[in-house]
T-cell receptor, first 113, second 112 residues
Framework: EAQVTQNPRYLITVTGKKLTVTCSQN?????MSWYRQDPGLGLRQIYY???????DKGDVPEGYKVSRKEKRNFPLILESPSPNQTSLYFC????????????FGPGTRLTVL | GENVEQHPSTLSVQEGDSAVIKCTYS??????FPWYKQELGKGPQLIID?????GEKKDQRIAVTLNKTAKHFSLHITETQPEDSAVYFC???????????FGTGTRLKVLA
């Protein structure tokens, strides 16, 4: 089944404790992206990747890092999480950026205390 | 920067009535406009999309219209059903930038 998977689905952590949210897609898509969803603000793009080893900032990249060492994986790294990063996070992939739909993962709900 | 405005933020309709959600974009280079439906506890899923060389597209009870001159596009759902209740997001993208800009979402409630 074609899908985007994220892990973990739920995470509660404390300020400053490094964490990684994994994202994997099995559709051989070159383009992958991370979003955060907050009430009243919709989905905001954090980082995106056009291909292996090629990444770029979205609209809200501060406090996040990403890497793209393999085509299928695009982990999101929070080196020192803060409470304002409490949010719902989605990973997405698409075969043709800007011209085709994105396929979204199920989401990761992160709480930073 | 680029932005997409979406209205209304909430919409309640009676079952069988029509629902219309409107979005306005700022980047004139945008050429791809998808609409997503997000059900509780799930990621957004595409329901319909339109490209800038087309003015209207229809898929059964769902249609999208695009006015490039005014830079706005709308989602139309006819004969609404309770299972249409969800949050709907519009988005705009340009292949040249690889960025997708989303609207703030509309919570649609279809009352039985």
């Amino acid at each position: 089944e074609a899908q985007v998977t994220q892990n973990p689905r739920y995470l509660i952590t404390v300020t400053g404790k490094k964490l990684t949210v994994t994202c994997s897609q099995n559709m051989n898509h070159e383009y992958m992206s991370w979003y955060r969803q907050d009430p009243g603000l919709g989905l905001r793009q954090i980082y995106y990747s056009m291909n292996v080893e090629v990444t770029d900032k979205g609209d809200v990249p501060e406090g996040y890092k990403v890497s793209r060492k393999e085509k299928r994986n695009f982990p999101l790294i929070l080196e020192s999480p803060s409470p304002n990063q409490t949010s719902l996070y989605f990973c997405a992939s698409t075969p043709l950026p800007g011209a085709d739909t994105q396929y979204f993962g199920p989401g990761t709900r992160l709480t930073v205390l | 920067g680029e932005n997409v405005e979406q209205h209304p933020s909430t919409l309640s309709v009676q079952e069988g009535d029509s629902a219309v959600i409107k979005c306005t974009y700022s980047d004139s280079a945008s050429n791809y406009f998808p609409w997503y439906k997000q059900e509780l506890g799930k990621g957004p899923q595409l329901i319909i999309d339109i490209r800038s060389n087309v003015g209207e597209k229809k898929d059964q009870r769902i249609a999208v219209t695009l006015n490039k001159t005014a830079k706005h596009f709308s989602l139309h759902i006819t004969e609404t059903q309770p299972e249409d209740s969800a949050v709907y997001f519009c988005a705009a993208s340009s292949g040249g930038t690889y960025k997708y800009i989303f609207g703030t979402g509309t919570r649609l409630k279809v009352l039985a």
